[in-house]
């Protein structure tokens, strides 16, 4: 990325009423170089475990309130993809495409020729959310007959300028939408022909389907609702055989989620807290053989997200505000995590869960983001930056801290 830098600490100060935010600054908190990425007020990168990041590992998609756009990481140059109301599913990581679904069905573009195909209709309530690693299958989930969700009164209006907040009565949804108990489906699209087939089952409440970014055929799901009432981590094959459990608790009040892959699929992350908002935990479940890691963490450093480099080595997280489960007086900040393991002393067992730390780094002070708006962190492919979302000028665009300290 282009390395013309403002240093003053008074820019962020100066901006909050200029037109636009600053390009870059030095985070006088952290010494750490940010840049603004994106130009466009509302705009957003995608969820913190869906792929935002072309094969090329260059460029990346990002949403704007026209659309889809991409951007190369190193000028920070970005052009329209696709125009038009849609919602952005992921890029593609075997050809350079966009996936999104417009008006009830799902597309894909390809972000260099322009060429798009419309791959077929969603079930009806039906919604899509991953693309697998060979990208020949989508995924999704639909509420099945004429089943309907709970009516809940209406939320605040959210303040001007954050489209992408949570709503206030996000807990009571998940309560009554858990107790419904209504009847579901997970289905996999075909993306050469557009054939749906169901592969699950259920009255359990699906989602966050995220497939392998390795293994084409293997898809994580989770059972959504308050964390502390669902056993919620599953793998499946695209098939439906192996439905598997990746995590079950052992006390009351346990809670897991906010699950993603390693870059080379072998192993499952998530937050852990044991019990609920008091012990913190990032914790791994390695497919083959099934060895447990948990790396603990302060209660100012647990992330509402984490996420990891592609070569395993680091760690990053979006901290999170005193509204959040862990109550951290001081979270309200951009952290990157060196893992380190606590040495066994000799003791050799398969069955032990392996213990460590996770060593905080703080990277961007985000005490002036209104957390309604979840940061989603990811790493650029190459691990040099940290990529985030962020309301702290008022409308959400893109950010990037530097890894490396810049002073």
């Known amino acids: ?39 466009e007020p509302g705009s957003a990168s995608l ?25 190369e990481l190193e000028t920070r140059a970005a ?20 996936y999104y679904v417009r008006e009830g069905a799902v597309y894909w573009t390809d972000v260099d020729t322009g060429e798009t195909r419309r791959i077929g209709a969603l079930p009806p309530r039906g919604s899509v959310a991953t693309v697998n690693a060979d990208e020949t299958l989508l995924a999704g989930a639909y509420i099945e007959g004429e089943a309907g969700l709970p009516v809940l009164p209406p939320s605040p209006p959210a303040p001007q300028g954050h489209p992408l907040e949570q709503p206030r009565s996000r807990g009571q949804m998940m309560e009554e939408r858990w107790a419904a108990r209504l009847p579901m489906a997970i289905f996999t699209l075909s993306i050469a022909g557009g054939e749906t087939r169901v592969i699950h089952r259920g009255r359990d409440w699906f989602n966050h389907l995220l497939f392998s970014p390795a293994d084409p055929g293997l898809l994580m799901f989770c059972h959504e609702g308050p964390w502390h009432k669902v056993d919620r981590i599953w793998t499946i094959r695209a098939d439906g055989s192996q439905l598997r459990k990746i995590h079950t608790r052992t006390m009351a009040m346990e809670i897991f989620g906010h699950e993603f892959w390693s870059a080379d699929g072998g192993t499952i992350w998530y937050d852990l807290q ?93 005490a002036r983001h209104n957390y309604r708006l979840e940061p989603n962190v990811s790493f650029t492919p190459d691990a040099r930056w940290v990529v985030f979302r962020s309301n702290m000028f008022g409308p959400s665009y893109v950010f990037a801290v530097e890894v490396a300290r810049a002073r």
Not at 7 to 34: C, F, M, N, Y
Not at 281 to 291: F, I, K, P, S
């Open 79 to 98: 052009r329209p993809v696709v125009r038009g109301r849609v919602r952005l599913i992921e890029a593609g990581r075997k050809h350079p495409r966009a």
């Open 274 to 366: 044991t019990p609920r908002g008091e012990d913190f935990w990032l914790a791994a479940y390695e497919l083959a053989g099934g060895r447990r890691t948990w790396y603990h963490l302060q209660r100012n450093e647990w992330s509402i997200h984490f996420n990891v480099s592609r070569d395993g080595s680091l760690f990053c997280g979006d901290g999170g505000d005193p509204g959040q489960v862990a109550r951290a007086p001081d979270g309200q900040w951009i952290y990157l995590f060196r893992p380190e393991r606590i040495p066994n002393r000799g003791i050799e067992d398969p069955d032990f869960i392996r213990p460590g730390v996770l060593r905080a780094e703080k990277l961007v002070n985000m």
């Open 1 to 39: 990325m282009r390395s013309v830098c403002l240093s003053l600490a008074s820019l962020l100060a100066a901006a909050a009423t200029a037109a636009d935010p600053p390009k870059e600054w030095i985070d006088p908190d952290t010494g750490h170089r940010v840049v603004r990425l994106t130009e």
């Open 47 to 71: 969820y913190f475990n869906q792929n935002g990041y072309l094969p090329d590992g260059k460029r990346m998609l990002y949403t704007t309130p026209e659309g889809i756009a991409v951007l």
